[in-house]
Each structure stands twice: as C-alpha cells, then as structure tokens.
T-cell receptor, first 116, second 118 residues
C-alpha cells in the first residue's frame, strides 16, 4: 500500500494568494483527518470526514479555510486568502472504521506551507 | 473537551539507558484510547504504542511500554535500552470513540523532544 499521499510537499506563496493542499487517503479507509502543526500551537485537528461527509469542522480557524472530500480517494484543504500566520505543516491522516475506533490513524508526510 | 499535557519539553539520556516520558490528560469521557506517536526529523508521524482505556493491562511493544493510571489520568511511556534512532519528538494523544464504532480525531500534547546521546 502506498500510504497516505499529500501534495505538494512544500509550498511557498505570497500573502493573499489561494493555496490548495491535496490528500489521497489509503484505499478502503472511511475516515480522513486534516491536522495543522505549528511551534506555537502544536498539532491541532482542523476537520475530519467520515464517508466523504464532514463530521467536525470546529477546528477550522477561520472562514478563509475550507475543506472538501468529493470522493473516497481525494480531499482538499484550501486557504483563501492566505496569511503569514497560516505558515505551518499540514498533515492528512486516514483510518478505517473499526470496533471501538481502534484502527490506527495513518499520517501522510505533511505539506510544509510558507506564506510570505 | 479533553486536554493532554506533556510537562517535559526536552529530555536527554545516554544510549542504552531507560527513559520515561510523562503525559497526563483531562477528560469526562469514559470511552477513549491513548496513543504515543513519534515524529523524527523527517516529520513523519509514526505510531509507537496505543492503550485502550477499558483495559487495565499496560500495553507493550518491544522496547516500548506504558504505565497507564486511569484514576490519575496518567499515561507515561517507557523506552528501554534506548537507541540513537529513538531521537525524535514524542507526542501523547487522546481519542474519544463512540458506541457505534466511530471515533473522533486525535487531541495531542505539545510533545517531548527526546535526545539519545551516544
């Protein structure tokens, strides 16, 4: 299995530009999660989907952030317009639904976003 | 909402020594799991060990074991015979699960930077 795939691995953009991060979960996984990692705030859950439906988006910081999952094999996290404080590493993770939710979350390699 | 606290920002030990990383959590939930993740400089998140809260027996994975004290809401990680490759950030994480089989996302602590000295 190829694991969770994220693209791009690195993104450098200027303030005000639109940024789209992409994620392909592991085939057969029902859940997809987006996390953000910064020095100040650590690892935070932004949003997660179950069977392509957003379940909890309470971690999405502002209306500038949006996430979609049009099908079981693809998700996007969009920031429009981007700001320097959005600079972070963004992780996508997926897992299979299991008894008691025991199944492990598998993380992608992350996208390092720098907003100048 | 739950919180996870890791009180040791950084630890350093000699190779082959045993080291214990601390984690406490606060929750009103009764159904949950606890995890330790490792993040080496490559920044890949790697699961080290997990513990079901309803199990009294502490989880063990090779050189890694936990001391789970449910009443105290404590979940420490012990690494035995530490190796240079254990150098990484270690994150403690909490996950609530639901009776229908679903579960929430992970709530992470701020992490402990573990350095294994040769």
């Amino acid at each position: 299995d190829a694991g969770v795939i994220q693209s791009p691995r690195h993104e450098v953009t200027e303030m005000g530009q639109e940024v789209t991060l992409r994620c392909k979960p592991i085939s057969g996984h029902d859940y997809l999660f987006w996390y953000r990692q910064t020095m100040m705030r650590g690892l935070e859950l932004l949003i997660y989907f179950n069977n392509n439906v957003p379940i909890d988006d309470s971690g999405m910081p502002e209306d500038r952030f949006s996430a979609k999952m049009p099908n079981a094999s693809f998700s996007t996290l969009k920031i429009q317009p981007s700001e320097p404080r959005d600079s972070a590493v963004y992780f996508c993770a997926s897992r299979r639904a299991g008894t008691g939710g025991l199944d492990t979350q598998y993380f992608g390699p992350g996208t390092r976003l720098t907003v100048l | 909402a739950q919180t996870v606290t890791q009180s040791q920002p950084e630890m350093s030990v000699q190779e082959a020594e045993t080291v214990t990383l601390s984690c406490t959590y606060d929750t009103s939930e009764s159904n949950y799991y606890l995890f330790w993740y490792k993040q080496p400089p490559s920044r890949q998140m790697i699961l080290v060990i997990r513990q079901e809260a309803y199990k009294q027996q502490n989880a063990t994975e090779n050189r890694f074991s936990v001391n789970f004290q449910k009443a105290a809401k404590s979940f420490s990680l012990k690494i035995s015979d530490s190796q240079l490759g254990d150098t990484a950030m270690y994150f403690c994480a909490f996950m609530k699960f639901f009776s229908g089989g679903g579960a929430d996302g992970l709530t992470f602590g701020k992490g402990t930077h573990l350095i294994i000295q040769p």
